[in-house]
């Protein structure tokens, strides 16, 4: 999780279940650098803004949606 978060914020994203794209990458398997060019070229899901962030968030459950996704249309069982 982000360190430079202030505690509301950290609330906030635990209680509406988002993840960065940090986080995302990680459940995913690529780099954040590679989620920001997917949501350039709008492979991401919608992105969620809670105030006071400025942060990308997108929602963990669309994020465990993709990744379910990706690893069945490779053939890879991530249960």
Not at 20 to 44: D, P, Q, S, V, Y
């Amino acid at each position: 999780m982000t360190t430079n978060m202030g505690a509301r914020q950290r609330s906030n994203r635990r209680s509406y279940r988002t993840v960065n794209a940090e986080e995302a990458g990680k459940i995913l398997g690529k780099t954040r650098r590679t989620i920001c060019r997917w949501e350039k070229e709008g492979k991401m899901p919608p992105t969620v803004s809670l105030p006071p962030s400025r942060l990308r968030l997108y929602r963990q459950a669309d994020i465990e949606e993709m990744a379910r996704n990706r690893a069945s249309r490779h053939g890879v069982d991530n249960d």
